[in-house]
């Protein structure tokens, strides 16, 4: 069945560093790769796409990485902030699909 | 100001009780999503919709009824049939544009039963 592994384990960084999130997933040929913020008690909110045929993209302090063969993304924030903590969300898509199927989420802290 | 509204957002029902969760957007987005979210796991898709008077199941539709005879609006009745409803539910729409989907999310309601 088709699977999303995000560490369950709380990422704790110190300010100023990079946050690296990892999300991996199996039996699955996405289209596209989503990365989701997700704040307690509310809904996620949309950060970046990549699609298969880009290995990386950037927007800001966000950086995704997406590797088709090990079937991995990478989600880094520079220069990360207190600001920056919640959890994120991998999410996958195919071509043409009406569904997304979603990780469960890494929890990030960033320390002051 | 566009964006999706769940109402209420805590809900608290007795066993053996109908529930219905509201879900309005002025997005005029044709697609929306009901999912559910548990510690631990990853949003789980109940129904959807991608437009007026259709709606198909999602991976855990045993237990939930959906209608949508608006655009706007797309309520979740979570029914007696369903055996665990505690948790976090979400409602979404789906813009595609340049050939991409992106999922605007509701702030959510969460829903206890007692």
């Known amino acids: 069945s088709q699977k999303i592994e995000q560490n369950s384990e709380a990422l704790n960084i110190q300010e100023g560093k990079t946050a690296t999130l990892t999300c991996n997933y199996t039996?699955?040929?996405?289209?596209?790769l989503q990365w989701y913020r997700q704040d307690p008690g509310r809904g996620p909110v949309f950060l970046l796409l990549?699609?298969?045929?880009?290995k990386e993209k950037r927007k800001e302090r966000l950086k995704v990485t997406f590797d088709t063969t090990l079937k991995q993304s990478l989600f880094h924030i520079t220069a990360s902030q207190p600001a920056d903590s919640a959890t994120y969300l991998c999410?996958?898509?195919?071509?043409?699909?009406?569904?997304?199927?979603f990780g469960a989420g890494t929890r990030l802290f960033v320390k002051a | 100001d566009g964006g999706i509204t769940q109402s209420p957002k805590y809900l608290f029902r007795k066993e053996g009780q109908n529930v219905t969760l509201s879900c309005e957007q002025n997005?005029?987005?044709?697609?929306m999503y009901w999912y559910r979210q548990d510690p631990g796991q990853g949003l789980r898709l109940i129904y959807y919709?991608?437009?007026?008077?259709?709606?198909q199941k999602g991976d855990i539709a045993e237990g939930y009824s959906v209608s949508r005879e608006k655009k706007e609006s797309f309520p979740l009745t979570v029914t007696s049939a369903q055996k665990n409803p505690t948790a976090f539910y979400l409602c979404?729409?789906?813009?595609?544009?340049?050939?991409?989907?992106?999922?605007?999310f509701g702030p959510g309601t969460r829903l206890t039963v007692l």
């Open positions: 999410a996958l898509e195919k071509a043409g699909g009406f569904k997304t199927i």
């Open positions: 039996n699955y040929s996405p289209a596209y």
């Open positions: 990549i699609r298969e045929n880009e």
């Open positions: 997005l005029n987005h044709d697609a």
């Open positions: 919709s991608q437009i007026v008077n259709d709606f």
């Open positions: 979404a729409t789906l813009l595609t544009r340049g050939g991409r989907n992106e999922q605007f």
